[in-house]
Nanobody, 123 residues
Framework: QVQVMESGGGLVQAGGSLRLSCTASGFYFYNYAMGWFRQAAGKEREGVSCIDWSGTDSVYADSVKGRFTISRDNAKNTLYLQMNSLKPEDTAMYYC????????????????WGQGTKVTVSL
């Protein structure tokens, strides 16, 4: 049974930092490029970042480039997103899923989405 579980969200002031985690099970995590996605209220889901299977290369959406860092630990089946210099426009539900490296798009036909973790950035 494939499962992904996101955690680490919260309320933070603009300029602050958060570190998100995503633990995966039920599939060969190390075989997949993995990414972070977010969905703000009333908006469509968008790709934030994607990291290749080995963790050596990554891509970012222009809106987060230079502020967010994605990483992974294949031994722990865990994906991370370090978010610095947060802005109110980063407020959203954040999800992890397999991605289509080297883009920030979700992997085609990937159907396994967790509950997400909520990030709220206040002024």
């Amino acid at each position: 049974q494939v499962q992904v579980m996101e955690s680490g969200g919260g309320l933070v002031q603009a300029g602050g930092s958060l570190r998100l985690s995503c633990t995966a099970s039920g599939f060969y995590f190390y075989n997949y490029a993995m990414g972070w996605f977010r969905q703000a209220a009333g908006k469509e889901r968008e790709g934030v970042s994607c990291i290749d299977w080995s963790g050596t290369d990554s891509v970012y959406a222009d809106s987060v480039k230079g502020r967010f860092t994605i990483s992974r630990d294949n031994a722990k089946n865990t994906l991370y997103l370090q978010m610095n210099s947060l802005k109110p426009e980063d407020t959203a539900m954040y999800y992890c899923a397999a991605c289509q490296f080297p883009t920030v798009q979700a992997r085609g036909a990937w159907a396994y989405w967790g509950q997400g973790t909520k990030v709220t950035v206040s002024l």
